[in-house]
């Protein structure tokens, strides 16, 4: 008996050497850490705008100045990159597209809660807003929010119970119905727009898929510089409809100061949340389809960026707290329109 | 005592021993950790989240759609497999090569592909449209995919068996005078149904589980066409982490549950023949 049990903890022994000489090879083979790296860990639609700051930053002497430090971009939904960087993931800059998701990095001790203070000016970097892409012709003559209630369209948008720019895009719809009506008729036309969409793809990329090279759908939701690239590589199959009014979209950005701290870039990640301030950052940004805040550089693109009745969070609910909990919480209104839109 | 009596071939302790560490690192600690984040809140929660009519909905739309697909596949399986091992012909050790592909490609490619080949700009799907049939984000689109997921899990399992299969029986068969059909329902499908049984539960599992096709061809609407998968990493996404294992508890309960089922029955109609 004595001697069974013996045994089998030396099998136990084994295995956990075994386990531990695993974790220890990997350990060993994955990429030692050269010289300073900054990791950007972002939403995913600024992939190109990052790809093109850092190449930016390093073909020009500010490189030498700060020390040439490597950067590294990680992409995914905002919501997956808050979970991400809250995890554990060794990011020294976050920027979301989505308030609340940085609530949720700001809670864990993370990042500061007010991030407009931290930053230069107090003010975001950039902003954007939320458009409409319609087929060739716009056969459906789809000018506002508005005809996606009167005219019989199919709508293309992520589901909002995921993704951060659908849950602007509800937000943007619901305070134009309001505005035009009551907040009881704006919930009732939320309800009606649930009703139109045949499909919820988890993100804004894939309803691009779905919409543009699968052909489902009359009219997309979506985000200024997703629909301008959409519509430039559709060869003149998409249009751009811009809605009168939409939600003013302002990347919360900043760093990750316990991460920075022990990984001793807080000096770099300073420079770095100036730099993108600069001419030649604000025009890569223009460059994509961002607005950016420069005012020069904003009056170069400004036929890009027709002015728009700008949404905030203070006309829809007063701030972000009331607002997740009247639309977006479990039996909230999303929810309730949702599940109305499945009774059909 | 007796039972841990020293037996006759060696290094039982020692197999033993490891055997149980490893399925406990790599199995259940991390079921643990699903389980224990669960029940971490009040119980009231759990049932609250676990039967949240999102939910439920969620549970019947990921079982009515891999039971069909799981049927479905039983058959076609059958078939693939009694060609497969009946009949000698041109490219067969192709075609039965080909059988494993969808256990190599990754499950969203298929996902991919089919959701673009259905829809209405894919050449089969613009075909279908002219003709009035949209298949694109329906239900029967979503269990075709199951069906292409699932279907080598039974060949795999059956033909086997088939290849096993004495032929002098269906001969004794024939000579006492039953017809084929009588031959097959009575001789050969005796001694396959436990092997299709396996077959139609792993593919049955393989479809409740499958998320990374489904997200692409299912509309994912909540409420109607959501799936448990689509759902748990849907609640992930909405940081709502004890509604998201609530629903995997559930999932891994039913799953489980099922498995469990099926293993007994077939067990217990192995005994009694």
């Known amino acids: ?344 | 005592m007796n039972r841990l009596a020293p037996k006759v071939l060696p290094g039982f302790g020692i197999t033993l021993g490891f055997t149980l560490t490893y399925l406990g690192f790599l199995v259940l600690l991390p079921l643990g950790a699903l389980l224990f984040q669960a029940l971490s809140n009040n119980p009231f929660d759990f049932f609250r989240s676990a039967f949240h009519p999102r939910a439920l909905s969620a549970y019947w739309n990921s079982f009515s759609m891999a039971f069909s697909a799981a049927v479905l596949n039983t058959f076609i399986g059958l078939l693939i497999a009694w060609v497969l091992v009946r009949y000698r012909f041109f490219g067969r050790r192709f075609m039965d090569a080909v059988i494993d592909l969808p256990f190599a490609l990754p499950t969203s490619v298929a996902g991919f592909v089919y959701s673009t080949l259905y829809s209405e700009r894919g050449w089969l799907g613009e075909f279908l449209g002219q003709n009035g049939i949209h298949l694109t984000h329906t239900w029967f689109l979503t269990v075709l995919v199951l069906l292409f997921t699932g279907f080598p899990f039974v060949v795999r399992t059956v033909q086997p068996v088939l290849e096993e299969l004495d032929g002098d029986l269906e001969e004794a068969a024939a000579i006492l005078g039953a017809n084929r059909f009588q031959t097959f329902i009575h001789v050969i499908m005796p001694s396959i149904l436990p092997a299709l049984i396996t077959g139609f539960s792993l593919a049955f599992a393989r479809g409740l589980g499958e998320y990374g096709s489904i997200v692409f061809v299912s509309s994912n609407l909540p409420y109607r066409s959501e799936t448990g998968p689509v759902l748990i990493v849907s609640r992930l996404e909405e940081n709502a982490i004890n509604d998201a294992s609530a629903a995997a508890i559930v999932m891994l309960m039913a799953s489980f549950g099922m498995l469990l089922l099926i293993n007994t029955l077939q067990k217990r109609r192995q005994s009694n023949g």
């Open chain 1, 1 to 344: 008996m004595n001697d069974y049990l013996i045994s089998i903890c030396k099998g136990a022994m084994a295995c956990l050497v075994l386990v531990v000489g695993a974790l220890f090879l990997s350990l060993v083979a994955s990429p030692r850490r050269g010289s300073l790296e900054l990791l950007h860990a972002s939403f995913d639609t600024s992939r190109e705008i990052l790809a093109a700051w850092h190449q930016e930053i390093t073909d020009s002497p500010v490189s030498n100045a700060w020390g040439n430090p490597n950067f590294r971009i990680s992409n995914a939904g905002s919501a997956a990159q808050a979970r991400a960087v809250r995890d554990g993931l060794p990011a020294d800059i976050a920027s979301l597209n989505f308030e609340p998701d940085w609530q949720i990095l700001a809670k864990a001790g993370l990042v500061a809660s007010d991030w407009r203070s931290r930053l230069p000016g107090g003010k975001a970097p950039w902003h954007s807003s939320l458009v409409l892409v319609v087929r060739k012709g716009n056969p459906h003559d789809i000018r506002d929010w508005e005809d996606l209630l009167t005219k019989p369209v199919k709508v293309i948008m992520p589901n909002p119970k995921t993704s951060g720019v659908a849950r602007l895009a509800v937000l943007s719809f619901w305070e134009a119905r309001r505005r035009a009506g009551s907040p009881a008729s704006a919930d009732i036309d939320l309800i009606s727009l649930c009703k139109k969409v045949p499909v919820f793809d988890p993100s804004m990329r894939t309803c691009t898929t779905t919409f543009a090279q699968k052909g489902i759908g009359d009219v997309q939701i979506t985000w200024e510089p997703e629909a301008w690239l959409e519509v430039e590589e559709s060869a003149g199959k998409l249009e751009l409809i811009r809605p009168k009014s939409s939600f003013r979209i302002e990347p919360a950005i900043g760093m990750v100061e316990p991460v920075a701290k022990s990984k001793g870039t807080i000096l770099l990640v300073q420079k770095y949340l100036e730099w993108i301030y600069n001419p030649p950052a604000q025009e890569i940004l223009a460059k994509y389809h961002f607005r950016p805040l420069d005012k020069n550089v904003a009056k170069l693109h400004q036929d890009q960026f027709p002015p728009v009745d700008w949404i905030t969070i203070q006309d829809i609910a007063g701030d972000w707290d009331k607002a997740v909990e009247i639309f977006f919480k479990d039996g909230g209104l999303v929810d309730r329109a949702l599940r109305e839109a499945a009774k059909r």
